[in-house]
C-alpha cells in the first residue's frame, strides 16, 4: 500500500512537471542569445484603406520597427506588463491596393515576416450614385425613342377609334 501511494505521488509530481516544462514562455532567452521575434498579429485582420491597424509582436522585449506595402514603416513599443511583447500602431495608406497584405517585424536585429497578416478592402465610388458616364447613353436615347413612339401610335388608334365612333 505505502508503494501504491509513491507511485502516485511520483505520477503526480511527473504530470506537474510537464504541466508547467509546457506552460513556460517561448520567449526565454538562451545562453545569451537575443529573443526572436514571433506572432505577428493584426487587428482588425480586414481593414479599409485609411484605417489603423493595431499590430502585436511576441518576443521584442525592447521595441523594433514594422514596415509593410500598406503602410509606412512604424515603431513597435514595448508593452507594460507583458514579458516581451510589443506593438505599435500603423495608418493603411489611401492608396493601398485591396487584397492580402504581409507585415516584416525587425526586433532585436532578427527579422520576422507575416505574408498575409491583414486583408485590405477596396472601397466604392461614391457621390454620384457609381455613374461614370455623363448624359444619356445612346441605348437610353434608343428605349426612349421607341416609348414615345408607342405612345404616338396608341394615342392616335384612341383618337381615330374615338372619331369612328362619333360617325355611326
Known amino acids: 500500500m505505502r508503494t501504491t501511494r509513491l507511485l502516485r505521488a511520483s505520477a503526480v509530481s511527473a504530470a506537474a512537471a510537464a504541466a508547467l516544462s509546457m506552460a513556460a514562455p517561448a520567449a526565454v532567452a538562451r545562453d545569451g542569445m537575443p ?22 509582436v511576441d518576443g521584442c522585449p525592447s521595441g523594433g520597427t514594422m514596415s509593410s506595402s500598406a503602410f509606412r514603416t512604424a515603431n513597435l513599443t514595448p508593452i507594460s506588463g507583458a514579458r516581451g511583447t510589443a506593438k505599435g500602431i500603423a495608418t493603411v495608406n489611401p492608396n493601398a491596393g485591396p487584397g492580402t497584405h504581409g507585415i516584416t517585424v525587425n526586433c532585436n536585429g532578427r527579422t520576422l515576416t507575416n505574408p498575409a497578416a491583414f486583408t485590405v478592402i477596396g472601397g466604392v465610388r461614391g457621390g454620384i450614385g457609381g455613374s461614370t458616364s ?6 437610353d436615347v434608343a428605349i426612349g425613342g421607341g416609348l414615345v413612339a408607342a405612345a404616338v401610335v396608341g394615342g392616335g388608334l384612341f383618337w381615330m377609334r374615338r372619331r369612328a365612333e362619333r360617325r355611326a
Not at 455623363?134 to 441605348?139: Q, S
Open 134 to 139: 455623363n448624359g444619356a447613353t445612346p441605348t
Open 35 to 56: 529573443i526572436s521575434p514571433s506572432n505577428i498579429v493584426a487587428l482588425p485582420s480586414v481593414i479599409a484603406r485609411g484605417g489603423q491597424l493595431t499590430v502585436t
